[in-house]
């Protein structure tokens, strides 16, 4: 079974930090392109930052640079979003989904909120209080 499961959500200060997790199962992981997104209430879904599992390439939206690290533990078979400096506009519903690296230019799949995702995970709540 295909899954991709997030955690590490919760309620933080502003100027805290968190990280949050995203756990794949069930498909080849290195042939993928993991990207996190997130919707905010009444917002659209919006493209964060994404990692190719197989070469280590990252990317970053503008408002996240240098705040945000995304990491890969292959072995592990998971993703991680280390977020610093957290503000309120950075509470949202954070999903990791999943795109084959040979056909997902990463930059792109972002800043398309991650159009044409294979896997999506359920979700995990990121809360930040000013």
């Known amino acids: 079974e295909v899954q991709l499961v997030e955690s590490g959500g919760g309620l933080v200060q502003a100027g805290g930090s968190l990280r949050i997790s995203c756990a794949a199962s069930?498909?080849?992981?290195?042939?993928?392109?993991i990207g996190w997104f997130r919707q905010a209430p009444g917002k659209e879904r919006e493209g964060v930052s994404c990692?190719?599992?197989?070469?280590?390439?990252?990317y970053y939206v503008d408002s996240v640079k240098g705040r945000f690290t995304i990491s890969s533990d292959n072995a592990k078979n998971t993703v991680y979003l280390q977020m610093n400096s957290l503000k309120s506009e950075d509470t949202a519903v954070y999903y990791c989904?999943?795109?084959?690296?040979?056909?997902?230019?990463?930059?792109?799949?972002?800043?398309?909120?991650?159009?044409?995702?294979?896997?999506w995970g359920q979700g995990t709540q990121v809360t930040v209080s000013s």
């Open positions: 069930g498909f080849t992981f290195d042939d993928y392109v």
């Open positions: 989904a999943a795109r084959l690296a040979r056909i997902t230019t990463g930059q792109a799949w972002v800043h398309l909120g991650g159009f044409d995702a294979r896997y």
């Open positions: 990692i190719n599992s197989n070469n280590g390439s990252t």
